[in-house]
T-cell receptor, first 116, second 115 residues
């Protein structure tokens, strides 16, 4: 089955710096890669996602890149702010049953701390 | 609030007792997922439904766990004869099959503590 590895487990940056979190996946059939942000005691919230037919996607200060050949994808956050502090999870999913998405396989998370 | 809701938010029980959790998905969503999250880990898939049909179960889901979605709307997850290792956050998510990306939206979770 699919396995998703996520690095680093903790990341500390100064406000205004960039942060990069990397994930690798094992199943070449995986074709959907979302990123979730989870603040302490709250639900995971989707911040950006990408499909395997796209190499990069940006949304304001957040971008995700995908390398299908190497089976890895990365989250890039620019101009970090203290409110970006949270745990970030990457995930992977494959298509099942006529093209719809199946369940998500998550990485173990990265705790990002942005120091003012 | 039109998001995914879960009840109860917290549950403390003694080992050997049965517990049941409820999840109400976003109203038009036909897919409903259950995940389990332990401290310092990402959510782990347990099972999912499309409408009332349970389409997949993880091997993590022992025979003490059962889930239902009888009318294709809310779902319940029951754990029988709870063990201390069942202590975790149980997350529910829903999505609408056929929409772009089929984004899964998570509920706030039910935190279970087995003493």
């Amino acid at each position: 089955g699919e396995n998703v590895e996520q690095h680093p487990s903790t990341l500390s940056v100064q406000e205004g710096d960039s942060a990069v979190i990397k994930c690798t996946y094992s199943d070449s059939a995986s074709n959907y890669f979302p990123w979730y942000k989870q603040e302490l005691g709250k639900r995971p919230q989707l911040i950006i996602d990408i499909r395997s037919n796209v190499g990069e996607k940006k949304d304001q200060r957040i971008a995700v890149t995908l390398n299908k050949t190497a089976k890895h994808f990365s989250l890039h956050i620019t101009e970090t702010q203290p409110e970006d502090s949270a745990v970030y999870f990457c995930a992977a999913s494959t298509s099942v049953y006529g093209g719809s998405q199946g369940n998500l396989i998550f990485g173990k998370g990265t705790k990002l701390s942005v120091k003012p | 609030d039109t998001g995914v809701s879960q009840d109860p938010r917290h549950k403390i029980t003694k080992r050997g007792q049965n517990v049941t959790f409820r999840c109400d998905p976003i109203s038009e969503h036909n897919r409903l997922y259950w995940y389990r999250q332990t401290l310092g880990q990402g959510p782990e898939f347990l099972t999912y439904f499309q409408n009332e049909a349970q389409l997949e179960k993880s091997r993590l889901l022992s025979d003490r766990f059962s889930a239902e979605r009888p009318k294709g709307s809310f779902s319940t997850l029951e754990i029988q004869r709870t063990e201390q290792g069942d202590s975790a956050m149980y997350l529910c998510a829903s999505s609408l099959r056929g929409t772009y990306q089929e984004t899964q939206y998570f509920g706030p979770g039910t935190r279970l503590l087995v003493l």
